[in-house]
């Protein structure tokens, strides 16, 4: 079984096409992040497991979705039909094969589906991610795959916005073998919460550089080299 964490706040208009769309063997286990549209109730009715979670932000739903999990792999998912579930077990057949210990589904924006200041910070983040790190990273997208007991080790302790990058940064400091896998990326149903809007985005960019500048203090300093997978500093 896989347990797939869908952090949730107001997205009841989503949640039925979301949760149908799970695969057999895959476990919702939505985090109703102080829902005001009875999303964690409908959920509920829809067979989810359901986790609640009073603390506001992204990563706060995400973490508590990853200590609720029990299954040996877990995914993330948003949960505003941006994402299709159905492309999950994808993204695990490398994790599960043992062939990569994070997977990551690079956004491929379908009409509508991504603001142009969105597209543009995600580029220049992608970038910086490739300067700092070596890693062959062209999206940091909320669609991945991992082990469950691998990723509570990571010890991530972000709760807005900067915990997708906190776990990149610290599996790619730990040398995990990570890999992208392109998945369709759709326009959202209803409003959206974060990189929708130009303020979510701006407070997107703030937690992430914060991530970036935590994780350069721990890296080595000097020119990079390709050796295999990544580059490597010398």
Request: hydrophobic share 40%.
């Amino acid at each position: 079984m896989v347990d797939v964490v869908l952090p949730c706040l107001n997205e009841r208009g989503a949640l039925p096409w979301v949760l149908s769309r799970l695969p057999d063997g895959y476990r919702a286990i939505v985090v109703d992040n102080g829902s005001t549209d009875g999303s964690g109730e409908l959920a509920q009715s829809l067979g989810a497991t359901v986790v609640r979670e009073d603390r506001r932000g992204f990563g706060a739903a995400a973490h508590a979705g990853l200590l609720a999990a029990t299954a040996e792999f877990v995914a993330f998912c948003d949960c505003d039909g941006s994402l299709d579930p159905a492309q999950l077990p994808a993204l695990l057949a490398p994790v599960m094969d043992g062939s990569a210990d994070l997977v990551l589904g690079s956004r491929q924006p379908q009409p509508g589906s991504w603001p142009l200041h969105a597209r543009i910070a995600n580029r220049v983040l992608a970038s910086r991610i490739r300067r700092l790190t070596g890693e062959h990273v062209t999206d940091l997208g909320p669609m991945r795959a991992a082990r469950r007991e691998g990723l509570v080790s990571l010890g991530l302790a972000d709760r807005r916005s900067g915990y997708p990058l906190e776990m990149f940064l610290k599996a790619s400091l730990r040398r995990w073998r990570i890999a992208e896998i392109p998945v369709p990326y759709a326009p959202r149903t209803g409003k959206s919460k974060v990189t929708g809007t130009i303020r979510g985005t701006i407070t997107a960019v703030n937690d992430m550089s914060a991530q970036l500048r935590a994780a350069k203090s721990l890296l080595p300093s000097g020119p990079v080299r390709m050796t295999g997978r990544r580059e490597e500093r010398i």
